[in-house]
T-cell receptor
């Protein structure tokens, strides 16, 4: 079974600074998908960024980028130029693409990020 | 277009009662997920539907929990004989393909008194 670990339950950052959220996972699969989701205090979860394991290039979406280290099974999220609206709980998620369980997802316990003015 | 919708948004029930939670996924999405989230905690996988395949029920915590998906669209999560530990937010998500990102609904907050 896959596991996803987010070792930082809470983090804070000053507005306009950069912060990195860590995520490690454990799997025996070679091809899979990794995601970061954001859940603001209003509760609705939205996608931040997506990474396909077979792609070596790190995904980027505007101020959000990942550092994907497949051998180390690490998938950290970097938020540049942090904004007050980035305050949320961030979840790292692993989605399997293996035969028979494609699509099954495992989420980490989340990191609560507070951006301070 | 319309996102994933869930109803009711809040449900308060008494211990021992049955409840039904509804999820309307995004049209055309073949994959549908149910998760449970306790206050300030992570997501606990409950069940996963993909097309016409048999659902993956491996996350259901007990036989009091069941779910169905009719016509490959709307899904209902049923909790029988509710217990206080069932109190949580129940989130539904859908995905165009199993390997793609999930779109989440706003959740149903269930409170069992």
């Amino acid at each position: 079974a896959q596991t996803v670990t987010q070792s930082q339950p809470e983090m804070s950052v000053q507005e306009a600074e950069t912060v990195t959220l860590s995520c490690t996972y454990d799997t025996s699969e070679n091809n899979y998908y990794l995601f970061w989701y954001k859940q603001p205090p209003s509760r609705q979860m939205i996608l931040v960024i997506r990474q396909e394991a077979y792609k070596q290039q790190n995904a980027t979406e505007n101020r959000f980028s990942v550092n994907f280290q497949k051998a180390a099974k690490s998938f950290s999220l970097k938020i540049s130029d942090s904004q007050l609206g980035d305050t949320a709980m961030y979840f790292c998620a692993f989605t399997s693409s293996g035969e028979g369980n494609a699509g099954k997802s495992t989420f980490g316990d989340g990191t609560t990020l507070t951006v301070k003015p | 277009g319309a996102g994933v919708s869930q109803s009711p948004s809040n449900k308060v029930t008494e211990k021992g009662k049955d409840v039904e939670l509804r999820c309307d996924p995004i049209s055309g999405h073949t994959a549908l997920y149910w998760y449970r989230q306790s206050l300030g905690q992570g997501l606990e996988f409950l069940i996963y539907f993909q097309g016409n395949s048999a659902p993956d029920k491996s996350g259901l915590p007990s036989d009091r929990f069941s779910a169905e998906r009719t016509g490959g669209s709307v899904s209902t999560l049923t909790i029988q004989r509710t217990q206080q530990e069932d109190s949580a937010v129940y989130l539904c998500a859908s995905s165009y393909q199993p390997r793609r990102e999930q779109f989440f609904g706003p959740g149903t907050r269930l409170t069992v008194l």
